[in-house]
């Protein structure tokens, strides 16, 4: 495994993955001079317990496909092949092993799951293993967010990023390809043929 001094962990379901996502991963990767960042599909999501979410295997797939083109990405299987419930602590305790104390770790992710994080598994090494990086769609209330992080009496180090393509969401994409409406531009080229070719969300949302 390559050793890297700033390491982006980009956590995400990815159902599917989307061009917000990519732009959000760009925009961390530039803002924090990160060396690469890590793709991170989750495998049995913590919070989506007892929702119905994609196979992590087409999950994993469209990720690795979304980003192949990119030098500076890459897409991790380490949730998708732990067994049993994704919990992020696992996965930073193994990064931190793997890439020696040294290394800084930035896990890059939606707004809305940072704010649930005092109530992640084990949230104070948590706290201790990483930076987080929520990425934020157009219209949410930036200096509210940063204000509300710096009274909280968290010890949790949370940095904004503002991104205007995560007004693209994969609950619109699947919303979408179940009302037979195109997805063409909202996410690469290839997982709109991987999401039709294996005809995932034709059902339901
Ligand atoms: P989610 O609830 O599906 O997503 C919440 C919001 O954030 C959605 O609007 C989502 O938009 C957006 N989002 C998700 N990942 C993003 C990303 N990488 N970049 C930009 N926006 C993103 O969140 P989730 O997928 O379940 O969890 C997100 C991450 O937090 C995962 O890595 C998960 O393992 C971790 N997490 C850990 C715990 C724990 O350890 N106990 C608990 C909860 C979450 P889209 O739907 O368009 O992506």
Redesign the pocket.
């Known amino acids: 495994m390559i050793r890297a001094a700033r390491l982006g962990i ?4 990815f159902d599917p993955i ?1 061009f ?2 990519l732009v ?1 991963a760009e925009e961390a990767l530039v803002q924090f001079n990160l060396d690469r960042v890590i793709f ?1 599909p ?1 495998g049995m ?4 317990a007892h929702a119905a979410v994609t196979s992590a295997e087409h999950r994993y797939l469209m990720t690795v496909i979304a980003t192949a083109a990119n030098p500076d990405f890459d897409v991790s299987r380490m949730e998708v092949d732990r067994p049993g419930v ?4 696992d996965t930073l305790e193994a990064l931190r092993d793997a890439h020696g104390p040294a290394a800084e770790l930035f896990f ?3 707004t ?2 940072v704010w ?1 994080i005092v109530s ?2 084990d949230a104070d090494k948590v706290a201790d293993l990483a930076t987080f990086i929520a ?1 934020t769609r157009p219209g949410y209330d930036l200096d509210a967010a940063r204000a509300a992080n710096e009274s909280a009496t968290t010890r949790f180090a949370i940095e904004f990023i503002e991104v205007p393509a ?1 007004a693209i ?3 619109d994409l699947r919303a979408r390809v179940a009302e037979r409406r195109p997805i063409r531009y909202l996410t690469p080229e290839p997982v709109v043929s991987y999401i039709e070719k294996h005809r995932l969300y034709r059902e339901s949302i």
């Open positions: 980009m956590g995400g379901t989307h917000g996502h959000a991170m989750t999501p913590a919070a989506k994704t919990y992020t602590v890059i992710t939606g809305d799951a649930e992640w598994k990425a995560l969401s994969s609950t």
